[in-house]
């Protein structure tokens, strides 16, 4: 199963939702905490797909 950033940022979504709902203190920092690591995680993972597709670019230009 291949992780997309699409995944990650529902996971983020649902963390910043529970954090909207919920009126414990520590409840909300742990979801608003876990809302920062997915989106910390879409974010890696796009600029992993964003260097991927560069080099393969740059390869393709070299063989021309």
């Known amino acids: 199963m291949s992780v997309t950033s699409d995944f990650y ?3 983020a ?3 910043a939702r529970a954090a909207a709902e919920t009126q ?3 409840v909300k ?7 920062a690591a ?5 974010e890696r993972l796009l600029r ?16 021309r």
């Not at 920092?29 to 809302?35: C, D, F, H, N, W």
């Not at 991927?52 to 740059?58: F, M, V």
């Open 38 to 42: 997915w989106r910390a995680m879409a």
């Open 9 to 11: 940022l529902a996971r």
């Open 48 to 63: 992993g797909e964003d260097m991927r597709d560069q080099l393969a670019a740059e390869k393709a230009e070299q063989v």
């Open 29 to 35: 920092e742990r979801a608003l905490r876990s809302e």
């Open 13 to 15: 979504a649902e963390s």
């Open 24 to 26: 414990l203190s520590n």
